[in-house]
């Protein structure tokens, strides 16, 4: 039985990877976007702040991963491989089509369909899902409230300033926001993974209480982001930094600063939140504070739709799986 385990194990570690590749290249999508750093460097940059998230900023999204939304003595090793399957699988379909979905949010909705098929829709955890629910509707709202205000702000008090001077400045200054964003983005993302498996050794009778995450699983989770970061999104970035608003630099430290200040915030009241959602809200918020036509809101709606669809679609691909497997192994 452990195979399975191990199997799952590393099923969600391939997970972390592809939310690395598609989901982590976020944190960089503006300091490219405004020309700061060249791609290979900043995702080098966003892949070491990654790694670093985990470590600094706890476990409790993890907490909330492991036992907020399904009752942890009913997870059983197939819905945990049912959803993790659907996860990737939908991941993957949008990261080749260049939509940069939530894969946070593909990830829940993977738990929800294989809770459903497992245990029954009404032994879902309420509290659990209401407050992912609330990192879905405030992240990208509270980017965009955050980046546009902080934007303002850098226009009002460095007006008289030579533009020139100022976006030199603030390009200098988007190394270290564009850091910050990458370690809150891994503080959060990379937990949620670390939740999964927490479940999954927890299931199999590898550990006695959920809420003690070993140190491995912390280094194994904060490595698989890191890595798929590295190596991957480049499409992503690009419809990110590029296509949803051509930023200056002092917008595109506004946008990471306000993104990843709403990251951290979720990552230390435990609620799983989008890091897609929260930098795409921040750069609309920091690319409308000269003019609304700056912002491609074309772009922004196509994305909203991705979003709209993520936890549906990975629910009821989990929802099918799960049944699937149950169905032979019964």
């Not at 930023?247 to 799983?272: D, K």
């Not at 000269?290 to 709606?301: E, L, N, S, T, Y």
């Amino acid at each position: 039985m452990y195979e399975l385990a191990i199997g799952a194990i590393i099923a969600a570690l391939i997970f972390d990877f592809v939310n690395g590749f598609n989901d982590a290249a976020n944190s960089v999508a503006t300091v490219i976007g405004t020309r700061v750093l060249k791609p290979i460097h900043a995702v080098l940059l966003s892949a070491i702040a990654n790694f670093a998230g985990p470590f600094i900023f706890g476990v409790a999204v993890a907490m909330t991963i492991s036992k907020g939304i399904i009752n942890p003595d009913d997870v059983t090793i197939y819905m945990i491989l049912g959803g993790l399957s659907a996860a990737i699988t939908w991941g993957a379909v949008c990261t080749h089509f260049g939509l940069p979905i939530s894969n946070s949010h593909s990830l829940i909705g993977g738990l929800i369909g294989a809770g459903i098929a497992g245990v029954g829709i009404e032994n879902l955890i309420l509290d659990g899902l209401t407050k992912t629910l609330t990192g879905i509707i405030v992240s990208p709202l509270g980017g965009m409230a955050i980046g546009f205000l902080f934007a303002g702000i850098i226009i009002t008090v460095f007006a008289s300033k030579p533009p020139q001077k100022v976006n030199y400045s603030f390009g200098k200054l988007q190394l270290i926001s564009s850091a910050w964003f990458a370690l809150t983005h891994g503080a959060n993302d990379g937990q949620k993974v670390m939740g999964i498996i927490v479940l999954i050794l927890f299931s199999e009778g590898l550990i006695t209480d959920v809420t003690d995450v070993p140190v491995w699983v912390i280094l194994a989770a904060a490595s698989a982001i890191a890595l798929g970061t590295f190596f991957g999104g480049y499409k992503v970035i690009k419809t990110l930094g590029m296509k949803i608003a051509r930023l200056r630099p002092y917008q595109g430290f506004a946008a990471e600063t306000g993104g990843g200040i709403v990251l951290a915030i979720f990552a230390f009241l435990g609620i799983p939140a989008s890091t897609t959602h929260a930098i795409t809200g921040s750069i609309m918020g920091a690319g409308a504070v000269r003019r609304r036509r700056a912002v491609r809101w074309g772009v922004g709606k196509r994305i909203v739709f991705a979003w709209l669809i993520t936890i549906p679609g990975a629910a009821a691909i989990a929802y099918v799986v799960t049944m699937i497997i149950q169905y032979f192994v019964q």
